[in-house]
């Protein structure tokens, strides 16, 4: 069972683009009303196993707080506004599609932060504080900053919002802890680590193709009628990762050292849009438009993502190709 989800998560791209062109034939062809009744249960596969991998005991470790706190202002104030911004300009009658950029904004960090910034040997500690506090400040501040920015375009269930992230976020996290105290315990650490640990991502990446299928399926018809709207989608979509990734990069380069700049750049460029995905499907009965656009983001984000960890080599040298230099 394990090698179709090594190759699903080896090959994410083929696999999205494979869910979406399954998506548009079925949704287009059948009644899959129905599942939007799989949303929650595919969450839960989805984020559940990418919460186990988290070592939440670093938070008890000494962390550097300039980092931490730099990182959220990113996430939580400019981020936001850029995306808000790029929806009025290019989606002034779309609320729903500035609903998708808004949420991709509000959501920072997934569990592939911690895999890049390993793979560019960056700060992995200080990337999982970011994931933590991110999704913590994510789920208070998201209802409040759709309600403040797009209240006036679209009916915003502000409570039903906040049940969504308690049960996508709060209740993952708490049986993620106790699922690694109880494997800790009976394997030990070593094992767990080694052994146990790394099979859990592969069922998330499942979970993500799943659930763009859903997404996807959902809104068929109005792809088929518009086939277009892909295009429209994309322009926005690449330059707002492109303004997040310039931001990101400048500021890590001018204010922190070559582990932590990697850090900062995985914990604010990378945004959750799994969770992103799950709370458009389940809070917002109109928004599988958003829906899309979020699961195009995915195919983008990966591609930039995978690019930026081949550049840090360059955009962030080690000290010894500095004194070489």
Do not use: C
Not at 8 to 31: E, M, P, R
Not at 36 to 44: A, N
Not at 70 to 92: D, E, K, R, S, Y
Not at 132 to 139: C, F, R, W
């Amino acid at each position: 069972m394990l090698k179709p989800l090594k190759w699903i998560k080896q090959h994410l791209i083929i696999a999205i683009a494979i869910s979406i062109a399954l998506a548009v034939f079925i949704g287009s062809v059948a009644d899959v009303s129905w599942l939007r009744r799989l949303i929650l249960p595919l969450t839960f596969v989805l984020v559940y196993p990418m919460m186990v991998t988290l070592r939440l005991d670093t938070l008890r470790g000494r962390s550097n707080w300039r980092l931490q706190v730099l990182t959220q202002l990113i996430n939580f104030v400019v981020f936001p506004l850029i995306a808000w911004a790029i929806g009025l300009w290019f989606f002034g009658d779309e609320p729903y599609f500035r609903l998708g950029l808004l949420l991709i904004a509000l959501l920072p960090t997934s569990g592939m932060t911690i895999s890049w910034t390993v793979m560019a040997k960056g700060n992995v500690n200080e990337a999982i504080r970011m994931i933590v506090i991110g999704l913590l400040l994510g789920a208070v501040l998201s209802p409040l900053y759709i309600t403040l920015l797009l209240g006036e375009a679209i009916a915003v269930p502000a409570m039903t919002i906040a049940t969504q992230i308690l049960i996508v976020i709060f209740l993952p996290l708490l049986m993620a802890y106790l699922t690694q105290r109880i494997l800790k315990h009976k394997y030990g650490e070593t094992t767990f680590h080694q052994t146990i640990k790394p099979v859990f991502p592969l069922f998330s990446t499942l979970g993500v193709v799943m659930i763009i299928f859903v997404a996807i399926a959902l809104k068929a018809d109005v792809i088929v009628a518009n086939p277009g709207m892909i295009l429209t989608i994309l322009g926005p979509l690449i330059l707002m990762y492109l303004t997040f990734l310039a931001i990101t990069i400048t500021t890590a380069r001018l204010l922190f050292g070559r582990e932590d700049g990697i850090a900062l750049v995985n914990g604010t460029m990378i945004r959750n849009l799994s969770i992103a995905l799950a709370i458009t499907l389940s809070a917002f009965e109109g928004a599988g438009i958003a829906a899309l656009l979020i699961a195009v983001a995915y195919a983008i984000q990966v591609q930039i993502a995978a690019w930026n960890v081949r550049a840090s080599k360059w955009l962030f040298p080690p000290k010894n190709d500095l004194v070489a230099d």
